[in-house]
């Protein structure tokens, strides 16, 4: 993918109140759990100090906390609405990001003002931009953290709510199939590259497709057992044959009967189907067909 073509995608990780919150209070246990244990930017010596008391530190780690949460509050809540920065792709939003960093800057200013500084520093020297430039980068590096971990909670979070979402649509679209065909049987039958009859199954038998080179390897039940037929033909073939049925593709490789499928689950990040006759299969589903078959378990007029 094109870095122009990513950061013309719209931005969608920070657009609810929830989210933003979980944003915020990341960001706020992320900093200070990260200055505690790592003490970068100088601060191991400063924790070593004695001329800094434990009253010194906790007050200096509360003013990160307060500037923090208020800095990432007035940029989430009030800047961005006000800014028109609500509704926005990932390249304005990474503008913002560089605002929000200057914003923290400044917060980190103002509390400076209310709690002690570590060292005792005269506030003179704070206020030099070759310090506050130092703040900045600080504040930037830091946020990045947690800033790239809510992206990735909201995004486990929206696939898992994608899932489920098409979970209930495949099961409705299965007893709608199943009530528009009570009184009738619908065959499956397959043909090689040749014309030449290969396999002739009721619908509700077959499972899935896989092809596999100039070959696609059918699993359909017979008599309670699962059976295999290979077929010298090619998955677009089945695929266009049967646009009428039930048949969807879920993968490159694979072609499923969603009237057999029984859940949907995600293994480390990766959506795969389960069927109702084959437990241990896990049928891959690529993010581009999960879309088409939610779209095609929506349309019920293709019953």
């Not at 920070?14 to 505690?36: A, E, G, N, P, Q």
């Not at 009570?182 to 590259?193: A, C, H, Q, R, V």
């Not at 998955?235 to 969603?258: A, W």
């Not at 689950?265 to 581009?288: N, Q, R, W």
Request: proline share 3%; net charge neutral; charged share 20%.
């Amino acid at each position: 993918m094109r870095i122009s073509t990513f950061i013309d995608y719209p931005f969608v990780y920070l657009d609810t109140s929830r989210h933003k919150w979980f944003y915020i209070l990341f960001s706020i246990i992320f900093s200070l759990l990260f200055l505690v244990l790592f003490r970068p930017f100088g601060l191991d010596y400063e924790f070593s100090n004695p001329e800094n008391s434990l009253l010194t530190i906790i007050g200096f780690l509360l003013q990160i906390a307060f500037a923090t949460g208020t800095g990432l509050t007035i940029s989430q809540f009030i800047c961005r609405p006000f800014f028109r920065f609500q509704k926005v792709t990932i390249g304005r939003y990474i503008i913002w990001y560089f605002v929000e960093a200057g914003l923290l800057t400044l917060m980190n200013l103002g509390f400076a003002f209310l709690f002690p500084d570590l060292g005792n520093d005269p506030i003179e020297e704070e206020l030099t931009i070759t310090f506050q430039f130092g703040v900045y980068f600080q504040a930037f590096v830091i946020l990045l953290f947690p800033f790239l971990g809510t992206i990735i909670y909201v995004l486990i979070k929206n696939l898992n709510s994608e899932i489920q979402d098409l979970e209930i649509k495949i099961h409705g679209f299965q007893n709608l199939y199943y009530d528009s065909n009570s009184n009738k049987e619908t065959f499956l039958e397959i043909f090689d590259e040749n014309e030449n009859l290969e396999l002739r199954i009721q619908l509700k038998d077959f499972l899935f497709a896989e092809s596999s080179n100039q070959y696609v390897l059918i699993h359909y039940k017979m008599n309670e057992q699962i059976k295999k037929h290979i077929v010298r033909t090619r998955l677009k073939t089945i695929i266009d044959g049967y646009k009428t049925l039930p048949i969807e593709q879920c993968h490159r490789s694979f072609v499923v009967n969603l009237i057999n499928v029984k859940s949907l689950f995600k293994i480390e990040g990766k959506t795969f189907l389960a069927m109702d006759d084959l437990k241990e299969i896990k049928l891959p589903v690529s993010k581009s067909h999960i879309e088409i078959i939610k779209n095609r378990v929506s349309a019920t007029d293709i019953l």
